[in-house]
């Protein structure tokens, strides 16, 4: 009897023990669970405060470092980007040995070239090419337009001189970085850079600059050429990519020549469209970036927005002079009066009659000799935005982004009944 009480006892002692263990460790457990809670919201919180003290010092260093008006900077590097030499880049360091300001993945810089045989100075945009992270020096990437690859096409006036008369230690006249296409770097979503032909180069800084932050966004490059001889920075291209694993790329080529390998040089024949991009992404939720010729761009957008994507996750840049949305986007009342209709030019007092032939207002403005900057005339870069101090204009072609309030793009700009523009 006292053997069974004792046993007894011992196995509501040991019962109470191992209640006792298991309440300890699950404790533990909870704890943890909780301290790893903790610490991954801790290294959370440590890296968006490491990326919002980044993004106020790059303010802080913006506005301190940027300037008005032009720089002068000197090529410091002019390197061949493709095998055939068509596509360049070149190094900028300031001429003054001055800092550079941060700029946004997808920015381009403005130039003024003082081009023999142009009674003024040609000005042409080209988008930064590099890392932003990486100021020691600016980078464009100029593709040579024309020139011996179409007879048909003139060469390029711009890009014929850097090519054939710019070089190393050579002087130009650059305005500080701008334009709206970039990169949302405080999304954490994934995302779709797509370029055509030399359109990388913006998105090559997009893809540099989420590498050298070393990103967990999935990313998807998608490069689109007619064949291996067109593309440019492939190698620093396919060195990032293979670098993380969030990356992903695809080589599309139109017109691969027969040294061109399916499956190694490239990944599919043919143009990028919607149908290729559900083959490899997991859903439509995805920022999708464009920059090409205008045919692949309205082809991509049309698609996106037929696949659901909305407007504000499809952003885009053209090159040329041609629109990607076709949409007129009316920013007056109502229609553009057919007869002539006053301009007045506030600073300069001058006075004009516009008319359909006479263009944009920017045409207008410069038919009276009054100076204008312009970089893209396609209301892409908005070097042009001017303040319109009374009246109403109508866009012949949809602004890459809206001005600022109160301002209007003269490249674009038509007048819709009297308007007073403050040159
Ligand atoms: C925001 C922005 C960023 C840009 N970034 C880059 C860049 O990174 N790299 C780059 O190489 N270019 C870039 N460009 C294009 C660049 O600004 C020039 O338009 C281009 O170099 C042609 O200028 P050009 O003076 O050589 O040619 P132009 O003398 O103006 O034109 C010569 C001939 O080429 C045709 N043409 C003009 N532009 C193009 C074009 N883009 N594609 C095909 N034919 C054309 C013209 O119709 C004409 O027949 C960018 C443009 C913008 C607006
Ligand atoms: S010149 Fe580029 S927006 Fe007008």
């Avoid at 990944?267 to 997991?282: I, M, N, Y």
């Avoid at 659901?308 to 629109?323: K, L, M, N």
């Avoid at 920013?331 to 359909?356: C, M, N, Q, Y």
Wanted: proline letters at 5%; aromatic letters at 8%; charged letters at 25%.
């Amino acid at each position: 009897m006292i053997q069974a009480l004792q046993i007894g006892g011992a196995l509501i002692v040991t019962a109470a023990l191992l209640q006792g263990v298991l309440a300890l460790y699950s404790q533990i457990a909870r704890d943890f669970r909780a301290r790893q809670a903790d610490t991954l919201r801790l290294s959370r919180f440590r890296v968006q405060t490491e990326q919002l003290l980044r993004r106020a010092d790059a303010d802080r260093r913006k506005s301190e470092l940027s300037w008005s008006g032009k720089r002068k900077f000197r090529i410091s590097r002019k390197q061949a980007e493709n095998k055939t030499g068509s596509i360049c880049s070149f190094h900028l360091t300031p001429h003054d040995g001055g800092s550079l300001p941060p700029f946004e993945p997808g920015q381009f810089l403005t130039f003024e070239l003082n081009i023999p045989g142009q009674a003024q100075p040609v000005v042409r945009c080209y988008s930064l090419s590099d890392s932003p992270e990486d100021l020691s020096h600016y980078r464009i990437t100029v593709k040579r337009i024309g020139a011996s690859e179409n007879e048909d096409c003139p060469e390029g006036i711009a890009s014929g001189f850097f090519h054939n008369r710019i070089g190393t230690g050579d002087v130009v006249d650059v305005l500080a970085p701008n334009g709206q296409f970039v990169l949302d770097t405080h999304s954490d979503r994934p995302v779709v850079l797509i370029a055509g032909g030399v359109g990388v180069t913006p998105l090559l800084s997009m893809l540099k600059y989420l590498n050298d932050n070393n990103s967990q966004r999935e990313t998807w490059f998608v490069y689109a050429a007619r064949n291996g001889e067109e593309l440019a920075c492939r190698d620093e291209i396919e060195q990032i990519i293979s670098n993380n694993s969030h990356f992903h790329s695809l080589f599309v080529f139109s017109d691969p020549t027969e040294e061109c390998v399916e499956g190694q040089d490239y990944d599919c024949a043919g143009r990028p469209t919607v149908e290729l991009l559900k083959e490899h992404l997991k859903s439509s939720n995805y920022q999708f970036y464009l920059c090409g010729p205008a045919p692949m761009m309205e082809l991509m957008t049309r698609q996106l927005c037929g696949w659901g994507i909305p407007d504000r996750d499809i952003h885009f840049e053209a090159f040329g002079p041609a629109t990607v949305k076709t949409i007129q986007k009316d920013a007056g009342s109502g229609e553009t009066p057919s007869e002539s209709v006053g301009v007045k030019f506030a600073r300069s007092g001058l006075s004009a009659d516009w008319r359909e032939e006479d263009g944009s207002l920017l045409d207008l403005a410069e038919a009276h000799h009054l100076k204008v900057n312009s970089g893209c005339r396609a209301g892409n870069c908005g070097t042009c935005a001017t303040a319109l101090k009374t009246g109403k204009v109508t866009y012949m072609a949809t602004p890459a982004s809206e001005p600022a309030g109160g301002t209007v793009l003269l490249c674009i700009a038509r007048p819709d009944g009297d308007v007073t523009i403050d040159i």
